[in-house]
């Protein structure tokens, strides 16, 4: 039988814990604040912008909002993101991608520093994660047991990327066993593909990670038991391509013309094969935004340790 796993519920656990620790902090005189950066004029982005901006006014942290024009230079930018990193009214810092054009992307995001980068997408949390340095925080349950808050906070340096990493938890929270499994990423960007894959391996799943050039996807995913994509790419899963009984996580997000989002997995043939599947909007997306406002808790609370 079919099981749709929307992430709203886990996601509403993250976030009633998350209003909770702000509160904490507001009561010691500490506010916790957001950085947002938007530049250009994506859809996608500029959704995914409100939905954070609602999500944090709604737990307490104060947002900070930049909005950039289109064409705004990289020297501009990373003058911001220096700016921000010297703040200490902001514990987080959210770059919207895609940047314009002109504007390297990897130096942007680099240019953040590592306390502050809660997306974990800069060369130090990326790098972290590949030499398994942070792939503790991955046994999330298991840290929270063994550790004191204060021990669990100062352990953390830097912070996981939280789309892959809310892949992760939304499957434990689902009864989803990773350990043993054959894994297809689709997409290897360094948002969440690449990531993704790391955790996955890190969690010890036979990872495949699949993209624009490889050949016959298809093939692999007949073998895959978990099959998480990331393209873009409307409707590039269908039904006959799966395995029956796989768990499908769709981490595409495609804007149409009516405003309507969907994601790379036609829903309605896939669900007849799969156990397990994300609908888009409401799987993955509620997960990535909680995650990133506990990580931006999770800064301040750092913050507050180091300073006493």
């Known amino acids: 039988m079919l099981k749709t796993l929307e992430g709203k519920k886990l996601s509403d656990e993250i976030?009633?814990?998350?209003?909770?620790?702000?509160?904490?902090?507001?009561?010691?005189?500490?506010?916790?604040?957001?950085?947002?950066?938007?530049?250009?004029?994506?859809?996608?982005?500029?959704?995914?912008?409100?939905?954070?901006?609602?999500?944090?006014?709604?737990?307490?942290?104060?947002?900070?909002?930049?909005?950039?024009?289109?064409?705004?230079?990289?020297?501009?930018?990373?003058?911001?993101?220096?700016?921000?990193?010297?703040?200490?009214?902001?514990?987080?810092?959210?770059?919207?991608?895609?940047?314009?054009?002109?504007?390297?992307?990897?130096?942007?995001?680099n240019a953040i520093i590592p306390a502050k980068d809660i997306d974990g997408l800069g060369a130090v949390s990326v790098g972290r994660l590949a030499a398994e340095e942070s792939t503790f925080q991955l046994y999330h349950d298991d840290l929270h047991a063994t550790l004191t808050d204060e021990r669990r906070i100062l352990s953390v340096s830097n912070f996981l990327p939280c789309t892959p990493f809310g892949v992760i938890r939304l499957l434990k929270y689902s009864g989803v066993t990773i350990k043993g499994k054959n894994a297809v990423v689709i997409g290897k960007s360094l948002a969440t593909g690449?990531?993704?894959?790391?955790?996955?391996?890190?969690?010890?799943?036979?990872?495949?990670?699949?993209?624009?050039?490889?050949?016959?996807?298809?093939?692999?995913?007949?073998?895959?038991?978990?099959?998480?994509?990331?393209?873009?790419?409307?409707?590039?899963?269908?039904?006959d391509m799966i395995n029956d009984g796989a768990v499908v996580v769709d981490i595409g997000v495609n804007v149409l013309g009516d405003g309507k989002i969907v994601g790379d997995v036609d829903f309605e043939s896939v669900s007849k094969k799969a156990s397990m599947i994300t609908p888009v909007p409401g799987g993955v997306g509620p997960v990535t935004i909680a995650m990133l406002l506990e990580n931006t808790v999770r800064s301040a609370q750092r913050s507050e340790l180091l300073t006493v």
């Open 15 to 109: 976030k009633a814990k998350v209003k909770k620790d702000v509160a904490e902090l507001k009561g010691n005189g500490v506010d916790v604040g957001l950085a947002l950066i938007l530049s250009g004029n994506d859809l996608a982005s500029k959704q995914y912008f409100n939905s954070i901006l609602k999500a944090a006014e709604k737990v307490g942290i104060n947002v900070y909002e930049h909005i950039l024009s289109p064409d705004v230079s990289i020297n501009e930018i990373l003058n911001l993101v220096n700016s921000i990193n010297k703040d200490e009214r902001m514990n987080g810092l959210l770059v919207f991608f895609p940047l314009p054009p002109r504007v390297n992307a990897r130096r942007v995001v």
């Open 194 to 239: 690449k990531p993704l894959s790391l955790m996955l391996l890190a969690k010890e799943a036979t990872v495949t990670t699949c993209h624009r050039s490889t050949r016959d996807l298809a093939f692999h995913l007949k073998n895959a038991d978990i099959i998480c994509s990331a393209t873009g790419v409307r409707n590039l899963i269908k039904g």
